[in-house]
């Protein structure tokens, strides 16, 4: 159980996206019950207020009298839920409603602790609502489509069943929650959608990093390359902690390796698919722990519009910016170009596997003269590496105009983030058919033992797929390998 008091850190949400059950403080509850009472007085003097008694977007100058405003929060959901393409997965859609819940647990939106609390049975009680991937340029129509589910429209998965979303509701013990003023405006604005799928990609990420080291140690040593590229002396001329990090995870990764040690002092220098993965996949660590502190700052921001300040005596409301996810949109763009890159080395690195011309081993790794190996493998690598070369121009330079020119400036956050959920999973796959080619490359080595450390990955492997000979397809072996890649690296 992870309780939220003040704001919820990445990881948390990340563990919450992956299971965890939330609750709220008491802190937090009188946040969101002072919020509340806010906009009652808000709605009681009268007091204009955007989403509140006025429409939304290019209608805020349309009022919306008492009688009519909570219409106007079940019409924002309904019209908002418009989303379109394959549905979000489990773990991202949870993460969206965590971020939701963080966002509206710092007390400036103004909806009922009822509301907050309906999120949060959604996460505790396992109903994951069907949230369509595409079709936002920044928010709203994912929290939309989770919140319409609240209201009974719309479908969800209740512990694995799809069902329509009013038998979800009965299913989990509630009923449709019927919205009062600014409710149905706080539930689809702000960046949750953004910051909860960019959760998903630093988790996914921060797993996929440790194993690309170790995989690229395992090629290393199977090519009999030069280890003293990873010298810590050498390696510290170059002030970055991800260096740094990744030169000692490789030093010990290859530590004890009679392989290397009976090749060693043959080359001058090696590649720089080779010789450069301290400096490149350091690199990467660096952008990743920028980004880190990217998330954990959105958390602990507030990204409704507008908000509610003030006491009931004397309540005021801004209408400002926040839901602008800029900050989430650049660093989500940054990260994929990063991941691109990574995949794009591993994929060299698979070349010089497969390459009999640079290997010293079978040609492309094949089991027999009547044998293809892993020709076509390393052809799958270069067709996703250029994949991700498209992906990874930014999505934050996009533009468009929207709401008949009251956004004119649009920052692509969410966009953004699924755009590098898409470079993750090529870079999986990339790193996954590596993987299978460096144990294939154990396999066919008639030299001295491999490092302790990298036949404990070498045997991880072969958990998972067995030694190939052309025998079954090899896409199902690289899915098994890809999902070893999503555990813990042992």
């Not at 170059?238 to 030169?247: E, I, K």
Request: glycine share 8%; proline share 4%; with cysteine.
């Amino acid at each position: 159980m992870i309780t939220l008091d003040t704001t919820f850190a990445w990881r948390e949400a990340g563990a919450i996206a992956e299971g965890s059950a939330v609750a709220l403080s008491a802190r937090a509850e009188s946040r969101i019950r002072h919020a509340r009472s806010l906009v009652e007085s808000i709605v009681e003097r009268g007091i204009r207020a955007y989403g509140v008694n006025t429409g939304v977007g290019a209608l805020c100058e349309v009022i919306v009298d008492r009688s009519h405003q909570q219409q106007l929060s079940h019409n924002i959901v309904m019209s908002h839920a418009a989303g379109a393409g394959p549905l979000l997965g489990v773990l991202e859609t949870r993460a969206i409603i965590a971020a939701a819940v963080n966002n509206l647990a710092h007390g400036y939106s103004g909806v009922r602790l009822e509301v907050v609390e309906a999120l949060i049975a959604l996460l505790n009680r396992d109903c994951v609502p069907e949230v369509p991937a595409g079709g936002s340029v920044g928010y709203l129509s994912h929290m939309a489509h989770i919140a319409s589910v609240l209201l009974g429209a719309g479908h969800a998965r209740v512990r694995g069943e799809r069902c329509p979303a009013l038998e979800a509701l009965r299913a989990i013990g509630l009923e449709p929650l019927l919205l009062e003023a600014k409710e149905g405006l706080s539930l689809v604005n702000g960046t949750p959608c953004a910051t909860g799928l960019f959760t998903v990609a630093l988790l996914r990420l921060e797993r996929l990093l440790e194993w690309a080291d170790g995989v690229a140690a395992m090629t290393v040593e199977n090519l009999h390359r030069q280890p003293a590229a990873f010298d810590a002396e050498a390696l510290a001329l170059r002030s970055s902690p991800g260096v740094a990090r990744v030169g000692a995870g490789l030093r010990a990764l290859l530590e004890g390796s009679a392989l290397l040690a009976a090749g060693a002092g043959r080359r001058t220098q090696d590649a720089l698919s080779l010789r450069a993965i301290p400096q490149v996949h350091g690199a990467v660590r660096d952008v990743f722990e920028v980004c880190e502190a990217v998330l954990d700052r959105e958390l602990a921001s507030v990204s409704d519009n507008p908000v509610v300040l003030g006491t009931p005596q004397a309540p005021r409301v801004i209408s400002e910016a926040h839901a602008v996810g800029t900050a989430i949109g650049l660093s989500a763009d940054a990260l994929g170009t990063a991941v691109a890159q990574l995949a794009a080395m591993a994929e060299r690195r698979i070349d010089r596997l497969v390459n009999p011309l640079v290997s010293n081993l079978p040609a492309f790794l094949a089991d027999g003269a009547a044998a293809s190996g892993f020709m076509l493998a390393q052809y799958t690598a270069v067709s996703l590496v250029a994949e991700n070369r498209r992906l990874a121009a930014p999505a934050s330079l996009d533009g468009g105009v929207t709401s008949g020119l009251q956004e004119d400036h649009l920052a692509h956050a969410t966009p953004a983030a699924l755009k590098l959920l898409h470079i993750i999973d090529n870079a999986e796959t990339v790193l996954a058919i590596e993987l299978l080619a460096a144990a294939q490359a154990y396999d066919l080595q008639t030299g001295p033992a491999p490092a302790p450390a990298t036949v404990r990955l070498w045997r991880a492997v072969r958990t998972r797929a067995a030694h190939y000979r052309d025998d079954r397809p090899l896409a199902p072996d690289i899915g098994r390998a890809r999902e070893l890649l999503r555990t813990r690296r042992p």
